[in-house]
């Protein structure tokens, strides 16, 4: 690579037995359908080698399911993957070559279940019957749900169903190494199961699993010992965390951090912090960039953890820049900003970076995919049709589909229609 003042980000990045080419990393995101009942389709294989052929140096592979449990109690499947059976495998491999062809190591988030916003019914299960709440004011950008978002509070899990969804995520990862995946990362963030059981706020157990920080790490922490007996010490195990809850009776930074601590100990390969949750959505998928480093919270996980530290919510070149030179994190998961440019990192690396093209954070993507709808970007038309030829939109068939998907998204924009449609779903 020619020298270039974005040459700091070229620099490699070693994960286990893993050496990733740079310090840009994609994101997990549920982006890659429309799949039909969680196998790969061409449009994912499509979608995931558009963004590997342009050099980043890791890919995420997110919306991915790890137990059968998980994916019954999925509130959405268009764009999620399956990673509990066998059957899976042959797809998931179609997209472990896609990115090796390019010479992308591709890690796969492992969500065991989907906690406080799983559909309701037998599988709405979750550390403690704690619901979800979102003020209207703590929505992201674009979403629009009158009076904010409350879901029904999960069920608490018993302890054998604990002991269960930790065996299955363990078989999981044997398949997904077996399905060419060169590390896995556990879904320890937003509001699905595992984090339930990290803050006291979520998590009122009295059991083993309740209590002081131990015991809150304590299924995560399982999970980790399990997987490192089984599969040796050099293979990437990421956890993908919160590092601070922003609601006045949850954690910060400083008890994330202690549990990250844990998280280290018990065999964890680097930490990806996330910010907030469901619950204050704004600052999960945000409207600028920084946040993470501006509040404090990256600084006490670097004084904290010595793994390496992953950091989303970061657009802008410049900032990528400074995060990762200033050493407040060690690289960048970059989600929207690659819906929007797939070619971002070559970009940057030939020194063109006035040439990207930045997402508008008017979350389109994230409106299609709450309404179970494949992803769309409002900067990139080519986003979410990867796999179809470029003149394929303009036959009838998918005009009706763009106009009927349109007319949905714009109710979904306006608060009259849907408080009346939240009445009627209400009933
Ligand atoms: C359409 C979409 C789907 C997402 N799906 C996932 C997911 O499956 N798993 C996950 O951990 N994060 C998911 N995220 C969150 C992103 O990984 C990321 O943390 C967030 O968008 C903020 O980063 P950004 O500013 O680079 O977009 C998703 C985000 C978007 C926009």
């Not at 980043?56 to 059968?68: D, E, K, R, Y």
């Not at 899990?157 to 999981?172: F, G, L, P, R, S």
């Not at 930490?271 to 999960?284: E, G, N, P, Q």
């Not at 690289?331 to 070619?343: I, K, Q, S, T």
């Amino acid at each position: 690579m020619v020298e270039n003042k974005w040459s700091e980000l070229f620099k490699p990045l070693q994960i286990g037995n893993v050496v990733l080419k740079n310090r840009l990393i994609m994101a997990p995101m549920s982006a890659f359908g429309p799949v039909k009942e969680g196998f790969v389709a061409d449009q994912t294989v499509a979608f995931f080698e558009e963004r590997a052929k342009h050099g980043i140096g890791l890919i995420i592979v997110g919306g991915s399911v790890a137990t059968t449990m998980g994916w019954k109690g999925a509130p959405m499947t268009r764009n999620l993957l399956r990673l509990d059976g066998d059957k899976f495998v042959p797809g998931l491999r179609r997209v472990t070559e896609a990115a090796h062809r390019h010479h992308v190591p591709i890690f796969v988030q492992l969500v065991p279940t989907w906690g406080a916003i799983s559909k309701p019914g037998p599988y709405h299960v979750g550390a403690s019957p704690v619901p979800l709440v979102t003020a209207e004011e703590n929505l992201s950008t674009g979403l629009t749900i009158p009076g904010g978002l409350s879901l029904p509070a999960p069920r608490a899990a018993t302890i054998d169903e604990i002991k269960a969804i930790e065996q299955e995520v363990v078989q999981t990862v044997h398949r997904m190494r077996n399905a060419g995946f060169d590390g896995v990362e556990l879904g320890a963030h937003m509001n699905y199961f595992l984090t339930g059981f990290l803050s006291p706020r979520t998590n009122l157990r009295t059991d083993e699993y309740g209590g002081n920080a131990k015991n809150r790490a304590r299924v995560v922490t399982d999970i980790l010992r399990a997987i490192r007996a089984e599969i040796g010490p050099n293979y990437p195990v990421g956890v993908r965390m919160p590092v601070n809850e922003h609601l006045p009776d949850g954690i910060g930074p400083e008890e994330f951090g202690e549990l990250a601590v844990l998280f280290q100990d018990a065999g964890a390969s680097y930490i990806a912090m996330t910010d907030a949750s469901y619950a204050v959505m704004k600052l999960a998928t945000a409207d600028k960039d920084m946040n993470i480093i501006e509040h404090g919270e990256a600084k006490i996980f670097r004084e904290k953890v010595s793994i390496p530290l992953l950091m989303h919510g970061v657009h802008h070149p410049d900032n990528i820049l400074t995060a990762v030179a200033d050493g407040h994190c060690d690289g960048v998961m970059m989600a929207r900003p690659l819906l929007a440019d797939p070619a971002y990192p070559a970009k940057l690396r030939e020194g063109k970076a006035a040439e990207v093209i930045h997402c508008d954070r008017q979350n389109l993507c994230l409106r299609r995919n709450f309404i179970n709808l494949p992803i769309r970007c409002s900067a990139n038309p080519r986003t979410g049709f990867e796999s179809h030829p470029a003149d394929q939109r303009h036959t009838i068939g998918m005009k009706l589909q763009a106009l009927t998907e349109s007319a949905l998204l714009w109710v979904t924009t306006k608060r009259p229609l849907m408080r009346i449609i939240m009445k009627l779903a209400a009933r």
